[in-house]
């Protein structure tokens, strides 16, 4: 069974400041995504990587897949308010293929003014 | 665009009862999936289905779950005798699965159904 390990498990900082979430596993993946969840909503996603090394900008959000596609991480720059929320990696099955995905432990984080 | 609907949102039963929960997924949408998820903590697979056909059941936790898909497009997640470890939030989400189907595809999740066993 692949796992995915996510850090910190909570984050609590203030406005501007700037962050990273790891997700870190020992399979290799052929994708792996980001999703963040709203208390009271359903995850919704935020962007697939696929390539090792690849680096994908969403605004403020700066989301890297390692060279050898077993990590990913997550970067937040001048943190908003808006963006409290659970952040999640997912990924489908390392082999067999399959639209399955395994989520991660999670990230809580809370961004106050 | 509606997106994808679960019904009741909430729920609470005594344990013992029978309870089926019903997920709506995007219209067209091929894939359907069943998730559970406790507070704080991110979705963990149940089962989901291509079409009407159950492709993997391996996270149901036992034969008191079950799922089915009749007609491909609905679905319904019963738990038989329920216990109080069945508590928790059941999601349900749905992905468009294009003829080259790619290992990636987006799902969509519903706001859940809560569900307290007393």
């Known amino acids: 069974t692949q796992l995915l390990e996510q850090s910190p498990q909570f984050l609590s900082i203030q406005e501007g400041e700037n962050l990273t979430v790891y997700c870190n596993s020992s399979s290799v993946f052929s994708s792996l995504q980001w999703y963040r969840q709203e208390p009271g909503e359903g995850p919704v996603l935020l962007v697939t990587?696929?390539?090792?090394?690849e680096v994908k900008k969403l605004k403020r959000l700066t989301f890297q897949f390692g060279d050898a596609r077993k990590d990913s991480s997550l970067h937040i720059t001048a943190a908003q308010p808006g963006d409290t929320g659970l952040y999640l990696c997912?990924?489908?099955?390392?082999?067999?293929?399959?639209?399955?995905?395994?989520f991660g432990t999670g990230t809580q984080l809370k961004v106050e003014l | 665009g509606a997106g994808v609907s679960q019904s009741p949102r909430y729920k609470v039963t005594k344990r013992g009862q029978d309870v089926a929960l019903r997920c709506d997924p995007i219209s067209g949408h091929v894939s359907l999936y069943w998730y559970r998820q406790a507070l704080g903590q991110g979705p963990e697979f149940l089962t989901y289905f291509n079409y009407e056909a159950q492709q993997d059941k391996s996270g149901l936790p036992n034969d008191r779950f079950s799922a089915e898909r009749p007609e491909g497009s609905i679905s319904t997640l019963t738990i038989q005798r329920t216990e109080q470890r069945d508590s928790a939030m059941y999601r349900c989400a749905s992905s468009f699965l294009p003829p080259a189907s790619s290992s990636y595809n987006e799902q969509f999740f519903g706001p859940g159904t809560r569900l307290t066993v007393l």
């Open positions: 990587v696929v390539t090792g090394g």
């Open positions: 997912a990924a489908p099955p390392a082999t067999g293929g399959g639209n399955k995905l395994t």
